[in-house]
């Protein structure tokens, strides 16, 4: 499985005739990013026992994501029959002469299609499924939710392609970013001790300061400023992430954490920098690791 996106949507439609009726049914899934695999499910009345079943078969497809599924199910029987509710059409019979007996002309006299019409009258009767259409009717629904699931899956899959073009080409500015802050800082030793050296002379007055006095303020103020650390880590994690990404496997959470670990180099080299230079390269790292890990949600 390729880098996927979490957000996707398939339909699948499927139909089964019997001798009694034709029944159609279709299923819809949607998905959104979720920190891991959620499933809601809505099936019609008498189709619960199969909740489980189906979970069971969307965790082969799927492995983050907040999914929702809906089925919709229509049944038409052929040579539909009726049934009559007798004693009720009996009782409004009887009423309805009553009626006439007491009222004469002033009523209108009800026909026996009004009759009929009435609420609870004349049921239509619905076809029970017997054990083995019941059976395949179930297989059916099952297998035709694994091709929304496929579907689904693919689906993902190609919006994942685009998630994945963006992520490289993020991580390549990260990186021109880094390699910009290591060539700074790989200068920044005789920088700081000619600034010090400049702010001495500004400053110091007569006062003579030993050589070995300003070497040991310039070991410190290196010390202090030096990122060489947090470059090297820069880079693993860049490294590490473009490996991710050449996986075939769901790497969200994975990447999610070195999104995490690139965010703390950025910032502990933005406190640490020692030129205006390197501050201003860190804040837009910054801005490219916070990209990054937008794009990163989107991601199973």
């Known amino acids: 499985m390729s880098i996927a996106s979490m957000t996707g949507f398939a339909r699948v439609n499927g139909s089964l005739q019997t001798v009694d009726e034709n029944i159609s049914w279709v ?66 019979a009887e009423r309805a002469i009553l009626l006439d007996e007491e009222y004469g002309d002033k009523l209108a006299k009800s026909s026996a299609a009004e009759l009929l019409a009435q609420h609870g009258v004349v049921e239509r009767e619905e076809a029970e499924l017997d054990e083995r259409n019941a059976e395949l009717l179930r297989q059916r629904l099952s297998e035709d939710f694994a ?22 080409t993020l991580l390549d500015n990260i990186e021109d ?26 400053y110091a007055g007569d006062v003579e300061i ?4 300003l070497a040991q303020e310039v070991v410190f103020l290196i010390t202090k400023a030096d990122i060489r650390e947090e470059i090297d880590r820069l880079k693993a994690h860049i490294k ?6 050449a996986t075939n496997e769901a790497v969200g959470r994975r990447l999610d954490f070195l ?17 205006i230079a390197i501050t201003d390269f860190g804040m837009e790292l910054k801005a490219l690791i916070e990209q990054f890990r937008e794009q990163v949600q989107n991601i199973e």
Request: glycine content about 4%; aromatic content about 2%.
């Open 27 to 92: 299923w819809e899934i949607k998905s959104v990013n979720g920190k891991s695999l959620d499933i809601k499910l809505r099936l019609p009345t008498g189709y619960d026992d199969m909740m489980f079943s189906l979970k069971a078969v969307a965790g082969e497809y799927l492995t983050r994501g907040s999914v929702g599924v809906s089925l919709e199910i229509n049944r038409e029987r052929n040579n539909r029959g009726v049934k009559i509710d007798e004693d009720l059409l009996r009782r409004l």
């Open 259 to 275: 999104c995490q670990e690139l965010n703390r180099e950025a910032n502990t080299t933005c406190s640490k920098a020692a030129d």
């Open 210 to 213: 030993s050589e070995d006095r």
């Open 240 to 245: 590490a992430a473009r490996q991710l990404l």
């Open 177 to 202: 970013i880094t390699l910009k802050i290591e060539k700074i800082a790989e200068i920044l030793p005789q920088k700081i001790k000619e600034k010090l050296t400049l702010l001495l002379q500004q």
């Open 147 to 168: 091709a929304a699931c496929a579907k689904l899956r693919d689906d993902r899959c190609k919006e994942g392609v685009k998630i994945k073009v963006a992520l490289l």
